[in-house]
Every structure is written in C-alpha cells, then in structure tokens.
C-alpha cells in the first residue's frame, strides 16, 4: 500500500479512500517502523505528520458521509491494540506534509491509478 500524494485525496474514489484511512490506521498502530518499500519515508519523520496526513484523509471521507471513530482525531492515539503516546510534539503543518511528495511523487501516484483504471 501506498500513501496517496495529498493533493489527489479529495478525488480519491471510495475504494482508494477508505483503504487509505485503513492503511494510515495501521501505519499509526503496531505498523510504525515496520519496514514497508513504499511507505518507509514516513518513519523518517514523526509520527505527528501522519496524524496531519490522516486528517486529510478522515475530513475527506467524513465530508463524503463516512463515519470514523472519532478516537483517530487524537493525535495520542493508536489503536485498540496499541497503546497511545504518551507525548506527541506538534509539529508545523507543511504543504506537501511529506516533502517526498512532490511532483514526480505525484505522477507515480497517478500512473499507478491508471494502471488500476482510474483516471484522475
């Protein structure tokens, strides 16, 4: 799984929405720091941007009608099954929120819908 380029999520269709906020949540739990190809820039940052990250993704779908358990809108929090920070520094909101997206990311992204028969 991949992390969408953040300027692609509001189009997003709902398969790529919803797994996107499944694959934040598990990023967010036991999945932090476990090594994955294509998501390991995430574990160069703290973990306080993908709390950024995923808000776009919650707003989004929550503006589509969706339902999230409110508890994600926590920072600190982790999971069920993971226990939360204890402390989490805020950090500043950046655009992109992950500087490893950028234009080219954003392509790969795009071809990589494509690939799947979505065409943004």
């Not at 036991?30 to 998501?39: F, I």
């Not at 995430?42 to 808000?55: A, C, E, G, R, W």
Request: hydrophobic fraction near 30%; glycine fraction near 6%.
């Amino acid at each position: 799984m991949r992390l969408w380029h953040e300027d692609l999520i509001s189009n997003l269709p709902r398969q790529q929405l919803l797994g996107q906020h499944r694959e934040c949540c598990a990023l967010r739990g036991n999945g932090w720091g476990r090594p994955h190809a294509t998501v390991n820039y995430v574990f160069d940052h703290s973990p306080y941007k993908l709390f950024q990250y995923h808000t776009l993704v919650m707003d989004e779908m929550t503006g589509r009608g969706y339902n999230v358990d409110a508890n994600w809108r926590d920072p600190l929090y982790r999971g069920k099954s993971c226990e939360p920070y204890h402390e989490l520094s805020e950090v500043p909101r950046t655009h992109p929120i992950y500087r490893e997206h950028n234009d080219a990311y954003k392509q790969e992204c795009l071809d990589n819908l494509a690939e799947k028969g979505i065409r943004l």
